[in-house]
């Protein structure tokens, strides 16, 4: 057997060379989007996902969270669970930062409706 004969020294055969591979049509013609770019549903069960894990933390967060605490707030005083104390108080958070958002976006689009006039 000579060196030639050896399969380590026999060149694979590179794709370009491959007759069959000529042929094939290619993954997709020219002019056609890509079947699996992102999608509308796509998104949308990223973002399920996305809240199914949140609401697991959150699910742990309030399990883990439930003894009483004292609350005042404007004169009224009483007693909560403290998961539920943070989370009120989260949720107001994001709902003065919403309500920030929510009127700066209504001044740029007047400001937009008034250029487009001039």
Do not use: C, Y
Request: hydrophobic content about 45%.
């Amino acid at each position: 057997m000579t060196s030639a004969d050896s399969p380590s020294s026999a060149q694979e055969p590179r794709p370009e060379d491959d007759p069959v591979s000529e042929h094939e049509p290619s993954a997709r013609p020219a002019g056609q989007p890509d079947p699996l770019r992102g999608s509308r549903t796509s998104g949308f069960w990223s973002a399920v996902l996305l809240l199914v894990v949140l609401l697991l933390l959150l699910a742990v967060f309030i399990l883990q969270n439930t003894q009483k605490v004292e609350v005042s707030f404007f004169g009224w005083d009483g007693h909560a669970p403290l998961a539920a104390t943070l989370l009120l108080a989260a949720v107001a958070g994001a709902a003065v930062v919403a309500a920030a958002g929510v009127l700066r976006i209504l001044q740029l689009r007047r400001r937009v409706k008034r250029g487009r006039k001039a």
